[in-house]
């Protein structure tokens, strides 16, 4: 376990306003939505300092995606919670698990995993044109990727970009990895699914949504939509991102060739666990986190 920064149970718990019919509605038509002011600054300045901890502390599943000599930095890790309490406070008693529950309108709620995406000024290298739920072991509509900026975002220092609709499409893409020496296009090969179509003509054919963030907002996004990230070409602004998944009640495991979870950088950070095809996922790994 990592070191941690100061106590978080005197912060903010509940959600400080109700998810309203547009932006629920809007995530469910398009496929993303931006949810304004919605994590209280107390968590993000807490946030902010055990993000630091965790960049001058690479774990053993962490990705350095910028090529050594190269300008910037673009750092990517994984199941932070597991070693760091900091991590584990805010994916846990934050509000953000009240957001999950809404969005689905499910009894229950299960954490899946985290993953930080840091690129900071000056970083070159893009987050590829990808869906999620291709790289990862489950199923089901009840799943959703959460992205929480902790710095303001915009395109010039890498916001996320989400074409319209695509998750409607009722495809799933082979998982592009987001470098070529991470070690995972040998496991994504194994999934056998088409290869992403001519993304320059979707963009022609399709609305991309992207919206300017500041700390305190957060994108919600389904698993299908496609999505992209451009570099960081701010000279003196930090990009620092925490995708946040989450899973309802219809969310089970898909014992399914390929997903990440096959990655030897990933196997040897978890727990050992059992679960069969169509099951829900163990708790002991994946903690129910709503209702708390």
């Known amino acids: 376990m990592t070191k941690t920064c100061a106590a978080t149970e005197q912060f903010p718990t509940n959600l400080n306003r109700d998810l309203t019919t547009q932006e629920l ?25 055990a993000i630091q901890l965790i960049l001058d502390n690479p774990g053993d599943a962490s990705m350095e995606y910028t090529p050594k000599n190269s ?29 999950a529950a809404k969005v689905f ?21 893009e987050t590829p044109w990808h869906q999620d739920l291709p790289y990862w072991p489950v199923r089901g509509q009840d799943i959703l990727s959460l992205w929480v900026p902790f710095d303001h975002a915009n395109k010039q220092s890498g916001v996320v970009h989400y074409l319209k609709g695509s998750h409607k499409w009722g495809k799933k893409y082979a998982p592009s990895a987001f470098s070529k020496d991470s070690g995972f296009d040998e496991t994504y090969a194994k999934m056998g699914l088409e290869p992403l179509p001519d993304m320059e003509a979707l963009i022609k054919k399709h609305e991309v949504m992207c919206w300017d963030v500041e700390p305190g907002d957060i994108i919600l996004h389904h698993p299908l ?39 030897p950088k990933i196997q040897a950070i978890l727990p050992k666990f059992s ?10 790994l994946f903690p129910t986190v709503w209702p708390r």
């Open 25 to 49: 509605q809007s995530y469910h038509d398009d496929g993303a939505v931006v949810l304004r002011n919605v994590v209280p600054m107390v968590w993000i300045e807490h946030m902010r300092k």
């Open 275 to 284: 679960v069969s095809d169509g099951d829900k996922l163990p708790e002991s």
């Open 71 to 99: 300008k910037g930095r673009y750092y990517g890790d994984f199941f932070i919670w597991l070693r760091n309490n900091d991590f584990r406070a805010f994916i846990q008693n934050s509000a953000l698990p009240e957001i």
């Open 225 to 263: 939509t496609l999505h992209y990230a451009p570099g960081n070409s701010s000279k003196t602004g930090r990009r620092r991102g925490l995708a946040l998944r989450y899973l309802g009640d219809d969310a089970v495991y898909d014992d399914r060739p390929g997903t990440f979870m096959e990655n």
């Open 105 to 125: 309108g499910s009894e229950r709620v299960q954490f899946f995993y985290d993953q930080l995406l840091v690129k900071e000024p000056g970083t070159r290298e």
